[in-house]
Structure formats: structure tokens, C-alpha cells
């Protein structure tokens, strides 16, 4: 079982915004990375850190945390970004990576 | 540009070992880390462990006792074995690169950053 938690699933109108998040007790204590994946493909590193994203990346992706829950906000969703989100983190016993179970986004 | 390029048996019967391999393009090999991640059909991903520069390894816990991951700098590539197979073990497998980034002494991330096309390795009798 996953140690971060996503929702299932999201949906978001053409051009609005939307938040997803991933709730975990390592969150408080380490940062978040969020990947991006379309069916077929290899997941993409969007954000990670502070809110750094890799050259490419639109600027609509952001990223931000508080307590136990770390958040990626998509402004100005595009046809382009539907797709299954995962966040990870550091684990609790401090092993490098764990994921959040994915939230797919739908734009309407 | 940076590119990882993997390739391994695709078909595997219960009990066997899985061996991936992945090739690294365009990017230092002794300046990050390098993965294995995994995802079943249709499921999430799975990290399955890393291999540094100097060959120390870390491991998910839950797969430690079957997972070996090497690696050979003259070529630029790093290896995973996977013994003992089982059906939950049909999953894609990618190779990654991850790496480091400090915002102060204390504080920072890791990352993974560049991934490999995946292979679909299928576990059945």
C-alpha cells in the first residue's frame, strides 16, 4: 500500500484551474516530486523541490506543500495536460522514493 | 540531449530471473544516480531500487531479497536481476536517472529526472 495518498481522479474545464494533491506524513518532512503520464508513455518529471520545473515544462505547472499534503496546480488547463499525475517522496523509513497511488485528470 | 536506452527478455515463466539492462546517452555516468521503476498493467509505479556512481545500491525493502542491480562505467550501462519471478512481477520496467538538488546544508531533494522507454515484461507459464 502506498504511504502517499492521491485522488482517484480529477476533472477540470478547458482553461480553469485545478489542484491535485497527495497527502503523507513524509510530506512533512520532505519535498514532493510530480510526474505527468500519458497512456503508453513514460512518466515526465514536472515539478519537484521548492516548485522547480525542468526546462520545457509549461509554467502553468506549479508546486507547493503544507503539513502533511503537497499539492501540483495546473492554471489554465489545456487538452494537452489529461493524463495520470503522481507525486513521490521520500518514504518513511527514509528510502528514497515512494509514489502516490496517481490522480488522472479529465479536460472537459 | 540525455537518453536511456534499455532492452532485456520480455517473456519470462515463474521462477526465473529477469534482467534488464539500460544504456545511458549524453550524460555523465558517475555524476547521478541510476533506477529501476516499475508499473504494472494498468497500476501505479513502483521503485524498485538505484545504483550510485561508486556501485552502492539501495533497494525497496519489499523487493530487496530478489533484486540485484549492477553496473559497468566503461560503457555507460547499468543492470537489473530480478530472481524468482512471479506473476505480480508482469509489469513495464523503466530505467531512470535521478539526481540531487540542495536548497542549504540540510535541505533538498531527490529527483528522477530521465526516464528509459520501458519494457513490458510479462511473467506466465
Known amino acids: 500500500s502506498s504511504e502517499l495518498t492521491q485522488d482517484p481522479a480529477v476533472s477540470v474545464a478547458l482553461g480553469q484551474t485545478v489542484r491535485i494533491t497527495c497527502q503523507g506524513d513524509s510530506i512533512r518532512n520532505y519535498f514532493a516530486s510530480w510526474y505527468q503520464q500519458k497512456p503508453g508513455q513514460a512518466p515526465l518529471l514536472l515539478i519537484y523541490g521548492k516548485n522547480d520545473r525542468p526546462s520545457g515544462v509549461p509554467d502553468r505547472f506549479s508546486g507547493s ?43 472537459l | 540531449q540525455v537518453r536511456l536506452q534499455q532492452w532485456g527478455a520480455g517473456l519470462l515463466k515463474p521462477s526465473e530471473t529477469l534482467s534488464l539492462t539500460c544504456a545511458v546517452y549524453g550524460a555523465p555516468f558517475s555524476h547521478y544516480f541510476w533506477n529501476w521503476v516499475r508499473q504494472p498493467p494498468g497500476k501505479g509505479l513502483e521503485w524498485i531500487g538505484e545504483i550510485n556512481f561508486d556501485g552502492g545500491t539501495k533497494y525497496n525493502p519489499s523487493l530487496k531479497s530478489r533484486v540485484t542491480m549492477s553496473q559497468d562505467k566503461s560503457k555507460n550501462q547499468f543492470s537489473l ?23 542549504d546544508l540540510l535541505t533538498g531533494i531527490k529527483f528522477l529526472d530521465f526516464w528509459g522507454q520501458g519494457t513490458l515484461v510479462t511473467v506466465s507459464s
Open chain 1, 65 to 107: 506543500s503544507s503539513g502533511n499534503t503537497a499539492s501540483l496546480t495546473i492554471t489554465g488547463a489545456q487538452a494537452d495536460d489529461e493524463a495520470d499525475y503522481y507525486c513521490s517522496s521520500r518514504d518513511s523509513s527514509g528510502n528514497p522514493y515512494v509514489f502516490g497511488s496517481g490522480t488522472k485528470v479529465t479536460v
Open chain 2, 81 to 103: 536481476r530480478l530472481s524468482s519471478v512471479t506473476a505480480a512481477d508482469t509489469a513495464v520496467y523503466y530505467c531512470v536517472r535521478s539526481r540531487d538538488k540542495y536548497y
